[in-house]
């Protein structure tokens, strides 16, 4: 089985919206603590957002702050990622990752399971 899942990725104008979600299958989801991160390319995987296991706690970038949201429903076992007035330089393919740590968060190397990813295209 394959844990982790996006989808919702298009192509959008600059000033619109997209919400991404993410199905886990396979794991205790509840035991996991979710993020979102993103990569452009010839650039390093970004952190974009994460939730704490109970969904009380949320954290996200500096760049993605005010316009971005993070939300997670442990009874369908799915995170979402709310993307408002989007950006060109939110162009990126995003990925879904679990971690069973409660903290360093913010880190990708916190991470034991990724998902496929899901392209983000944002027009000028």
């Known amino acids: 089985q394959v844990p982790l899942v996006e989808s919702g990725g298009g192509l959008v104008q600059a000033g619109g919206s997209l919400r991404l979600s993410c199905a886990a299958s396979g794991l205790t989801f509840t035991t996991y603590a979710m993020g979102w991160f993103r990569q452009a390319p010839g650039k390093e995987r970004e952190f974009v957002a994460a939730v704490s296991r109970s969904g009380a706690g949320t954290y996200s970038s500096d760049s993605v702050k005010g316009r971005f949201a993070i939300s997670r429903d442990n009874a369908k076992n799915t995170v979402a990622l709310q993307m408002n007035t989007l950006k060109p330089e939110d162009t990126a393919v995003y990925y879904c990752?679990?971690?069973?740590?409660?903290?360093?968060?913010?880190?990708?190397?916190?991470?034991?399971?990724w998902g496929q990813g899901t392209q983000v295209t944002v027009s000028s």
């Open positions: 990752a679990a971690t069973a740590a409660y903290r360093g968060l913010h880190d990708a190397n916190t991470y034991n399971y």
